[in-house]
């Protein structure tokens, strides 16, 4: 709720020492209509006090329920929150709220009534916006508590969570939009999910857990005033005859919220995560995911990434044999890079017409994916490891072309594949089904080279002309052109890949170039795991 009550504070600078009264209420309440709409002020949904030295902004969750069309809500029961702002002499404001609550509602859904409720203990959160920056310049907030449940017809979920504190802070950006950083966390967090379906024979309790759930969060370059212009554009043209009228101040507004933001990043972190269900239970000691992503750019990127530390299954829910296979630690990282956004938003933005429908026409869709596509994006694979005890897997690589036949090269590393292959043996003895991995493993290892450490390295290439070389050794030919007569062969693959044995010059791929034939070790230097 406080990004909620937050953004509703978009109020124009206070004058130098000004004095606090019903008429700096009042300009303040016309200041937010630009942004939540005159009806909202009408209507009671925002309101404007005075309260000893500060300004009191309340916002009526009921008033707002009462202008929902489609009235299905059975009950609904939120407090008003409320904030206090006071202006300081430098132009921003001084913001204190409590957020506190304890708030249910129930509505009729397509298989019944849901019903939910929550609660937030001793919420409070203070902070000093400047209206300059269209933004929080310094905020904290905190809470001892808090906890929700929802009841449906054949789910019930109910989470709670402990104390809880966050901080922000923004600066100018050098473009001048805003660099924030953000920090959070969150003690106890349990969530349990009950599902009772009787007619899937479903009953079925799922409990996730972590004594520490964090989040942190920063961004570069976010255009707040541009963003803020546009919601004030919306609010004034929802009609949609004069929205079609204003179409070019539109375009203008959009361009000039270009790129959004230069880049933001975030990261969810948890402390010995769990994950509980009648046959046991997951866990891990880390775990946390990972967001970047630049603005609209020309070259943009985007990564994510999940790293696991610890982890652990019910084995009675595994073959024994392949308990000793299991990872403990994983690091996976993949994206996307040279993703040309910008063209495409300024090409959608100047062809738009509101007049037409649709506005922008199939034809120019599709040309709008080819000339994306022209830019060569790519899918990537960052440096990422999965592992044990005995082993260690690295990889990593890129596709550059997205039809049926990718334009592709993986690096693989692999640390500990002689105990891999031992495990299969001696699981085979006792599990016949295992003995068919056996000669599987050993055909991969007859494509591999082997670094000067002894790791096994396999370099995959595949082209848009079909063609497949692992390790520089051609596995699969390129399909012939159309017409051509020639049959898809093969067979080179096939005579060499057993006659490579894991020497060392059976020809490899440098992971940063693609040229077959080097002996220097291919991306091992590259991976270094």
Do not use: C
């Not at 990872?327 to 993949?334: A, E, G, K, S, V």
């Amino acid at each position: 709720m406080l990004p909620i009550a937050f953004t509703a504070l978009l109020f124009s600078a206070p004058a130098f020492g000004q004095s606090v009264d019903s008429q700096g209420a009042k300009q303040l309440s016309d200041d937010l209509s630009r942004y939540v709409g005159k009806q909202a002020i009408d209507k009671g949904i925002l309101k404007v006090s005075v309260e000893g030295q500060a300004y009191k902004i309340v916002f009526d969750f009921k008033a707002l329920a009462a202008t929902f069309p489609d009235q299905k809500l059975v009950k609904f029961d939120f407090a008003p929150y409320a904030l206090l702002v006071k202006p300081r002499s430098d132009g921003s404001w001084d913001v204190s709220m409590d957020f506190s609550q304890s708030a249910s509602f129930e509505f009729e859904g397509p298989e019944g009534k849901q019903t939910t409720q929550f609660s937030i203990k001793d919420g409070k959160g203070s902070g000093v916006y400047d209206p300059a920056l269209a933004a929080f310049t310094s905020g904290t907030s905190s809470m001892s508590g808090m906890t929700m449940s929802s009841v449906e017809a054949k789910q019930q979920m109910d989470m709670s969570a402990g104390a809880g504190s966050a901080t922000l802070s923004a600066t100018k950006a050098g473009n001048g939009g805003v660099d924030f950083t953000m920090s959070q966390k969150i003690a106890n967090f349990v969530e349990t999910i009950k599902l009772n379906d009787p007619e899937k024979g479903l009953n079925f309790p799922v409990t996730v857990k972590s004594p520490e759930l964090s989040v942190e969060a920063s961004g570069k370059g976010m255009q707040t005033k541009p963003l803020l212009d546009l919601l004030a554009f919306a609010v004034a043209n929802e009609d949609e005859k004069t929205l079609k009228a204003n179409q070019a101040q539109l375009k203008s507004l959009l361009l000039a919220a270009l790129p959004v933001w230069e880049r933001i990043d975030g990261t969810y972190g948890f402390k010995d995560f769990a994950v509980e269900i009648p046959l046991g239970a997951f866990g891990a000691t880390q775990l946390s995911t990972a967001f970047g992503s630049d603005g609209i750019a020309q070259s943009g990127k985007v990564n994510y990434g999940i790293k696991a530390s610890g982890l652990s299954v019910p084995h009675q829910l595994l073959p024994s044999w392949s308990v000793a296979l299991l990872p403990t630690d994983i690091d996976l990282n993949f994206g996307g890079a040279n993703i040309d956004l910008d063209s495409m938003a300024k090409k959608a933005i100047e062809a738009f017409d509101l007049n037409q429908d649709p506005p922008l026409s199939p034809e120019f869709g599709d040309q709008l994916k080819a000339d994306f596509l022209a830019k060569t994006p790519k899918v990537v694979i960052g440096h990422s490891t999965v592992k044990n005890k005995d082993m260690e897997i690295a990889l990593e690589g890129e596709m550059t072309s997205f039809g049926q036949k990718p334009d592709a090269n993986l690096t693989v590393d692999v640390a500990g594949f002689d105990k891999i292959v031992a495990g299969l043996q001696e699981a085979a003895k006792s599990e016949p089904e295992v003995a068919q991995y056996v000669p599987v493993a050993l055909v991969v290892k007859g494509f591999a080279k082997t670094l000067p450490d002894g790791r096994l390295e396999w370099v995959v290439n595949t082209k848009a002309d079909g063609s497949v070389t692992v390790n520089g050794v051609m596995l699969k030919a390129a399909d012939p052109a159309a017409g051509d007569g020639v049959e898809d062969g093969d067979g080179a693959g096939d005579e060499s890949g057993g006659d490579n044995g894991g020497n060392d010059n059976a020809g490899s791929v440098n992971a940063g170039d693609g040229n077959a034939g080097s002996d220097n070790g291919g991306a091992g230097a590259k991976l270094n795991p």
